[in-house]
């Protein structure tokens, strides 16, 4: 038994690529403070596959952004 997990491994690079494509967009001196938004933009990303949100899959609605 390998500790290796395609479907696992498929979902590190996805997480690493949006982190990794967030921070740029802001100041080099705020990214701490943008660091908190990362997450809130993944679950807000459309998936391309089904056209949803990873937040209106789990709740069923729209939910407006803060």
Not at 23 to 49: C, G, M, T, Y
Request: glycine share 4%; aromatic share 10%; proline share 8%.
């Amino acid at each position: 038994m390998t500790a290796y997990n395609s479907q696992a491994i498929w979902l590190a690079a996805r997480f690493h690529r949006l982190f990794k494509a967030s921070p740029p967009a802001a100041k080099a001196s705020q990214w701490n403070e943008d660091l908190l938004l990362v997450p809130l933009d993944i679950r807000h990303a459309v998936k391309p596959d089904n056209g949803y949100t990873a937040d209106e899959r789990v709740q069923g609605t729209t939910r407006r952004l803060p």
